[in-house]
């Protein structure tokens, strides 16, 4: 049977990846877009990596909890 939580932090290292490169690529033309607009998509970039930290830290909780899982069920067979 395949583990479950290797799957899931399958998903969540390509999670992690893509806000990375989105918060990278904003700060990146910070030099040359200075304005509200840019200000504004900086603030609700802040609030996504703030929301994205507590899904990866309840995605890594859930894969513990998945491994501890199969570690007990694997004692239950034996």
Do not use: H, P
């Not at 479950?4 to 399958?10: H, V």
């Not at 690529?25 to 030099?31: L, R, T």
């Not at 504004?40 to 995605?59: D, M, P």
């Amino acid at each position: 049977m395949i583990n479950s939580s290797s799957m899931l932090r399958k998903e969540l290292d390509g999670f992690k990846f893509s806000t990375g490169k989105i918060s990278e690529k904003i700060n990146g033309v910070s030099d040359i877009w200075r304005d509200n607009n840019y200000a504004s998509l900086q603030t609700q970039i802040g609030e996504l990596a703030k929301k994205s930290k507590t899904v990866i830290e309840y995605g890594d909780r859930a894969c513990l909890s998945i491994d501890r899982f199969f570690t007990i069920a694997a004692e239950e067979v034996e």
